[in-house]
């Protein structure tokens, strides 16, 4: 029964269901819930920093309940999605209730939609790296699954990621540079594959091309069904859901650096070029992603068998907890910038 605790991470669509059905100032509770209710749970709970046995990592392996607690956020996703988008065009709603519908469901995009992506987008199965990208739609996000695979894992912890923060860089610059620049990677990263296979700019391999289609009908499909109001509405959940993704993108890696050896390349990605947290409250609703050495270290590894190590840097919060603090650039400062190894930032 203890491998049910991943169903916690439903509790932000469950968040959503109450904001969505109660209105008025509840419209507010998904965020209340996921910013401020989860954060005090990890400040209030252990953490937990216990590694698997070989035989608990074998049986966890072979579970396949662990991939199906995964796709159970699609339905999710998608029908909190719409009938966000019937209440919010259907019914006479309140200016301010209808930001709170955008936050809610921006927050679902970002945990249980883009954060889930990210972990299917490293399966060897196509059928569920299809289902990553499916979830990756309603963001608009979905050349993330090319720039993220090819390029974030290739670059991390080095002044060519765009996916990482530089040292003193606060959370609003991130937002533009990492948005922007991500996009043109991605651009970068499938041209260069076009060009070994020897494909053509308008090849049925070029993906960027379909993620553009497949936006674009997404899009256009809102407009006819929900009209200006619900293009609007997508459109700004799809920023908050993507914004999420980049916050935490944001404190995965802050001010760490990969060191250049003698021959003038970076040394290997290695378990001290990413900030962990072993707070149980995190771990469980973002699907072990504050294990995210182990993550980079093995990449095709799935979250239930991630593990921490001693000599990864480890957040004084949890993530949820720490996403907030870096809404607050003189506070994170303050709290990370000490943390982070004096010669990463004369790199």
Known sequence: MKDLKYLAALTIPFAAIISIYLKGYWSF????????????LELVLPQNATNYSETDLKNKSANPLFDWMLYLN???????LAWALIEVTMRALETYEIIGFVLSIGIVLGVNGI????????????????????????????????????????????????????????LYSFWITSVFRQYASAWKIQTKLLK???????????????????????????????????????????VVGFL?????NYIEHYGLLRLKIDSGRYERVREIHSWNSNHVVGRIVLYELTRHS???????????LLECYDDSPEMPYGYPTSMVIAFFPPLWFGIMNKRVPKEMIST
């Open 74 to 80: 699609l339905p999710f996703v998608f029908c909190l």
């Open 115 to 170: 954060n889930v992506a990210h972990e299917l987008g490293h399966r060897q199965a196509s059928k569920e790296r299809f289902l990553g990208k499916l979830l990756l739609l309603p963001s608009l996000y979905m050349h993330f699954y090319i720039e993220h695979n090819f390029g974030h894992h290739l670059h991390a912890a080095t002044k060519e990621d765009p996916a990482t923060a530089r040292y003193n860089q606060s």
């Open 294 to 304: 182990d993550h980079h270290y093995r990449s095709s590894k799935k979250y239930q």
């Open 29 to 40: 509770f998904t965020p209340v819930y996921a910013f401020g209710i989860i954060p005090l």
């Open 196 to 238: 070994n296979n020897k494909q053509s700019f308008f090849s049925i391999k070029n993906d960027m091309l379909w993620y553009i289609l497949f936006q674009a009908a997404y899009l256009v499909l809102i407009f006819f069904v929900f009209g200006n109001i619900g293009l609007l509405f997508a459109l700004s959940c799809a």
């Open 244 to 248: 999420l993704l980049e916050t935490v």
